[in-house]
Nanobody
Framework: QVQLVESGGGLVQPGGSLRLSCRAS????????MGWYRQAPGKQRELVAT???????DYADSVKGRFTISRDNAKNTMYLQMNSLNPEDTAVYYC???????????WGQGTQVTVSS
């Protein structure tokens, strides 16, 4: 059974930075596509960034140039470096793994990011 655990969220001032981590267990991490999503209060969950098994990344327009997604297959861990944060980035951030060969999606429990002065 695939399990995903996010960490690294918290309260940060506008203009600040945070790095989120998502550690996976129970799956074939190095062959799985991964992604970060977020859900703000009263809004639908939205895509933030995705990364392929070989490290190719794609980003939502709202975070391009500010966020960087990466992965360390040796550690079964995906990261999201978030810079120049603004209050509109406040949300619960979730990581997702798409199971290799099955296409099943697995989600973490989420980590809260709050950008406020």
């Amino acid at each position: 059974q695939v399990q995903l655990v996010e960490s690294g969220g918290g309260l940060v001032q506008p203009g600040g930075s945070l790095r989120l981590s998502c550690r996976a267990s129970g799956g074939i991490f190095w062959l799985s596509a991964m992604g970060w999503y977020r859900q703000a209060p009263g809004k639908q969950r939205e895509l933030v960034a995705t990364i392929t098994p070989d490290g190719s990344a794609d980003y939502a327009d709202s975070v391009k140039g500010r966020f960087t997604i990466s992965r360390d297959n040796a550690k079964n861990t995906m990261y999201l470096q978030m810079n120049s944060l603004n209050p509109e980035d406040t949300a619960v951030y979730y990581c997702k793994l798409r199971g290799y060969g099955t296409g099943n999606d697995y989600w973490g429990q989420g980590t809260q990011v709050t950008v406020s002065s």
